[in-house]
């Protein structure tokens, strides 16, 4: 009896397989053209009931044309097929109930029991597959077009094998055509800069080690490619194997060659702003300051550090002749202002300042900031300060020198007729003259003459410095020809003069001897009754001048008269106990300020005097 072939679609076994399959299965039926299986993830992926898929066939359930073929005919063909036992997988499309079009696989093979032309249909979904290779594609040409733009060129150099594989860009940043058929390594070291070939070689030879572990670089190297230096960055991976053997390098490489410029371009920027004398300070356009460069710091004494961020207003201004408000207007007018200002830093000192400010902007046009260039100007203020007063004093001093000239000139014309008519008369009157006219005319006579002297000692104070012209002068010999002069008073007296050594310096002959004469004649004139006159000239150098001191052991000055001795005709003593016109000391100044000197006196009344002058050296 022949054994009534078994239903496979009954047992159980088949049942876990096509339930518990991965994939969507279906059983096709032949004869009827229709499904007559299939499990749950079929009905899912048609998003139909077991009751519909029952009803329909492969055709039903594919649009139209498939692949570029009539589905009906072409399902047909691939049945046929798998009757014949050709068990491929063919890619089809199916479209489901929403008539939505899926990409497919489908593994089509003969099914038992044979007699009944039964199909198993396997489903492989490629929608998921398919979206994954067009987001690799995708994500492959992002990653190019990312290079491109970024400029980064990627290698992947296959350590066993010794090849190095670089992209285009990677051959651009090399200064190669892409494609160009080189041997990389080789070509590599050849560009390679020498400073940093040094480094290179030892480092991969270190790095490769297999006990290093060493995974990821980050460097810079040069290349020098037509006789120009590129800066290039490179990052990368050291993949290794388990025994720590390197099989690949791979990474990218980034020109940095313009932000290494750039960056010594700012360095030299900076270092030339630090070594100018002027102040530099840059605000941006809120006036915080940005920048204070080593001049500012020295000029205004606040550091960098304590102004950097704070408001420019901080550093108190005055604009002189112009109001704050109007030099902004004019200088936002303008884009730029100059002139000189009164500022204080921290110690709170006025400068004048010398400043320029320019508008900052950047290529687009707009304001970005404030740059101020400053200069002390502080001492060529007071240098043309001096200047005028001094020339306003030599003016008030020449006009004085031809009135005090002329004045003695025309002064000595009635001086001579009063002499000559004085004389005559006492030769007409000679026998007839009693005691008392005698005395008189000799009152008259001595007055006279104490004019011509007085008139005298003007002129002379009005010559000082007129017809002379300085020269190197050796005090020491001054002083021993004004002691020459002296000679008659300094034996009379029995006055005793100590002499330092004494500097050479530039000045006027003739009235630097009058100097050290009238001085030294003077305290020996007012000696003490009784006291031998003691002088001594000592001089000390100061940092920039000369001081002279002449000190005697006289009669003193009382303090509250000190100040008045200089002044012309000025005495403190009755010309009867000390002969003088009381004009000594006002040459002694005037001769001190012709060269640029200050001269005092400190005194006590009956404790001798001493007289101190300063000549520049
Ligand atoms: P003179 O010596 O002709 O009086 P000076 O101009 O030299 O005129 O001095 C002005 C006055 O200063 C003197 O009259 C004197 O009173 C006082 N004086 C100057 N030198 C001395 C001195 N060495 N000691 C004290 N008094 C002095």
């Given at each position: 009896?022949?054994?009534?072939?078994?239903?496979?679609?009954?047992?159980?076994r088949?049942?876990?397989?096509?339930?518990?399959?991965p994939?969507?299965?279906?059983?096709?039926?032949?004869?009827?053209?229709?499904?007559?299986?299939?499990?749950?993830?079929?009905?899912?992926?048609?998003?139909l009931?077991?009751?519909?898929?029952?009803?329909?066939?492969?055709?039903?359930l594919?649009?139209?044309?498939?692949?570029?073929?009539?589905?009906?005919?072409?399902?047909n063909?691939?049945?046929q097929?798998?009757?014949d036992?050709?068990?491929?997988?063919?890619?089809?499309?199916?479209?489901?109930?929403?008539?939505e079009?899926?990409?497919?696989?489908?593994w089509l093979v003969?099914?038992?029991?044979?007699?009944r032309?039964?199909?198993?249909?396997t489903?492989?979904?490629k929608t998921?597959?398919?979206?994954m290779?067009?987001a690799l594609?995708?994500?492959?040409?992002?990653?190019?077009?990312?290079?491109?733009?970024?400029?980064?060129?990627?290698?992947?150099?296959?350590?066993?094998?010794?090849?190095?594989?670089?992209?285009?860009?990677m051959?651009?940043?090399?200064?190669?055509?892409?494609?160009?058929?080189?041997?990389?390594?080789?070509?590599?070291?050849?560009?390679?800069?020498?400073?940093?070939?040094?480094?290179?070689?030892?480092?991969?030879?270190?790095v490769t080690?297999?006990?290093t572990?060493?995974t990821?670089?980050?460097?810079?190297?040069?290349i020098?490619?037509s006789?120009?230096?590129?800066?290039?960055?490179?990052?990368?991976?050291?993949?290794?194997?388990?025994?720590?053997?390197?099989?690949?390098?791979?990474?990218?490489?980034?020109?940095?060659t313009a932000k290494?410029?750039?960056?010594?371009?700012?360095?030299?920027q900076?270092?030339?702003?630090?070594?100018?004398?002027?102040?530099?300070?840059?605000?941006?356009?809120?006036?915080?300051?940005?920048?204070?460069?080593?001049?500012?710091?020295?000029?205004?004494?606040?550091t960098?550090?304590?102004?950097?961020?704070k408001?420019?207003?901080?550093?108190?201004?005055?604009?002189?002749?112009?109001?704050?408000?109007?030099?902004?207007?004019?200088?936002?007018q303008?884009?730029?202002?100059?002139g000189?200002?009164?500022?204080?830093?921290?110690?709170?000192?006025?400068?004048?300042?010398?400043?320029?400010?320019?508008?900052?902007?950047?290529?687009?046009?707009?304001?970005?900031?404030?740059?101020?260039?400053n200069?002390?100007?502080t001492?060529?203020?007071?240098?043309?300060?001096?200047?005028?007063?001094?020339?306003?004093?030599?003016?008030?001093?020449?006009?004085?020198?031809r009135?005090?000239?002329?004045?003695?000139?025309?002064?000595?014309?009635?001086?001579h007729?009063?002499?000559?008519?004085?004389?005559?008369?006492?030769?007409?009157?000679?026998?007839?003259?009693?005691?008392?006219?005698?005395?008189?005319?000799?009152?008259?006579?001595?007055?006279?003459?104490?004019m011509?002297k007085l008139?005298?000692?003007?002129?002379?104070?009005?010559?000082?410095?007129?017809?002379?012209?300085?020269?190197?002068?050796?005090c020491?010999?001054?002083?021993y020809?004004?002691?020459d002069?002296?000679?008659?008073q300094?034996r009379?007296?029995?006055?005793?003069?100590?002499?330092?050594?004494?500097?050479?310096?530039?000045?006027?002959?003739?009235?630097?001897?009058?100097?050290?004469?009238?001085?030294?004649?003077?305290?020996?004139?007012?000696?003490?009754?009784?006291?031998?006159?003691?002088?001594?000239?000592?001089?000390?150098?100061t940092e920039?001048?000369?001081?002279?001191?002449?000190?005697?052991?006289?009669?003193?000055?009382?303090?509250?008269?000190?100040h008045?001795?200089?002044?012309?005709?000025?005495?403190?003593?009755?010309?009867t106990?000390y002969?003088?016109?009381?004009?000594?000391l006002?040459?002694?100044?005037?001769i001190?300020?012709?060269?640029?000197?200050?001269?005092?006196?400190?005194?006590?009344?009956?404790?001798?005097?001493?007289?101190?002058?300063?000549?520049?050296?």
């Amino acid at each position: 009896m022949q054994k009534e072939p078994v239903d496979i679609l009954q047992q159980e076994r088949y049942r876990v397989l096509i339930d518990h399959a991965p994939q969507p299965v279906l059983i096709f039926d032949v004869k009827s053209g229709k499904f007559i299986d299939f499990n749950h993830k079929a009905e899912l992926f048609f998003k139909l009931s077991g009751a519909q898929l029952r009803t329909l066939g492969p055709a039903d359930l594919s649009p139209e044309v498939v692949d570029g073929k009539d589905a009906f005919a072409y399902a047909n063909t691939r049945i046929q097929k798998a009757l014949d036992g050709d068990s491929s997988i063919f890619p089809w499309v199916h479209r489901n109930s929403t008539g939505e079009e899926i990409q497919c696989d489908i593994w089509l093979v003969r099914f038992p029991p044979y007699d009944r032309q039964l199909l198993s249909a396997t489903i492989i979904d490629k929608t998921q597959k398919l979206a994954m290779e067009r987001a690799l594609s995708d994500s492959e040409e992002r990653l190019k077009l990312a290079l491109q733009v970024t400029g980064l060129g990627t290698f992947d150099w296959d350590f066993q094998g010794n090849i190095l594989y670089w992209d285009d860009q990677m051959h651009m940043l090399h200064g190669l055509s892409p494609g160009a058929t080189v041997d990389k390594l080789q070509y590599l070291f050849n560009v390679l800069h020498p400073e940093d070939e040094i480094w290179m070689q030892p480092r991969l030879n270190q790095v490769t080690q297999p006990e290093t572990d060493f995974t990821f670089f980050d460097r810079e190297y040069r290349i020098i490619v037509s006789g120009e230096t590129r800066y290039l960055q490179i990052n990368g991976s050291f993949f290794r194997d388990e025994n720590g053997i390197v099989e690949r390098v791979v990474g990218t490489v980034r020109d940095i060659t313009a932000k290494k410029l750039a960056e010594e371009q700012l360095t030299y920027q900076a270092a030339l702003l630090e070594n100018v004398s002027e102040a530099v300070i840059s605000t941006d356009e809120y006036f915080t300051i940005r920048s204070w460069n080593e001049a500012a710091e020295s000029l205004y004494g606040w550091t960098a550090e304590e102004m950097i961020g704070k408001s420019i207003f901080l550093i108190q201004t005055d604009y002189l002749d112009e109001e704050g408000d109007d030099v902004l207007f004019e200088f936002k007018q303008h884009g730029y202002w100059k002139g000189e200002v009164i500022q204080k830093g921290k110690i709170g000192r006025s400068m004048n300042i010398l400043s320029s400010v320019n508008i900052l902007r950047n290529p687009a046009g707009k304001v970005i900031g404030y740059i101020a260039i400053n200069r002390d100007i502080t001492k060529e203020k007071e240098a043309e300060k001096q200047k005028l007063r001094a020339r306003q004093l030599e003016l008030k001093n020449k006009e004085l020198e031809r009135f005090a000239y002329v004045v003695s000139h025309d002064l000595q014309e009635p001086l001579h007729t009063v002499k000559g008519f004085v004389h005559l008369l006492e030769h007409h009157l000679r026998e007839n003259l009693d005691e008392q006219s005698t005395e008189f005319i000799e009152r008259i006579d001595q007055s006279v003459d104490r004019m011509y002297k007085l008139i005298r000692a003007l002129l002379d104070y009005s010559r000082i410095g007129l017809y002379e012209k300085a020269k190197e002068v050796d005090c020491n010999d001054l002083v021993y020809a004004s002691l020459d002069d002296l000679e008659a008073q300094i034996r009379e007296t029995g006055a005793c003069i100590h002499i330092a050594h004494l500097p050479k310096l530039n000045g006027y002959e003739t009235e630097l001897r009058l100097l050290f004469q009238n001085l030294i004649s003077n305290g020996i004139k007012f000696r003490r009754e009784n006291v031998s006159p003691v002088i001594q000239i000592t001089v000390r150098k100061t940092e920039e001048e000369w001081e002279f001191c002449v000190a005697d052991n006289g009669i003193g000055i009382l303090t509250k008269h000190q100040h008045r001795i200089f002044a012309i005709f000025h005495r403190l003593n009755p010309q009867t106990q000390y002969s003088g016109t009381g004009i000594g000391l006002s040459h002694c100044q005037k001769i001190v300020e012709l060269h640029g000197g200050k001269i005092w006196v400190e005194s006590n009344l009956e404790h001798g005097s001493k007289f101190f002058f300063t000549i520049p050296d």
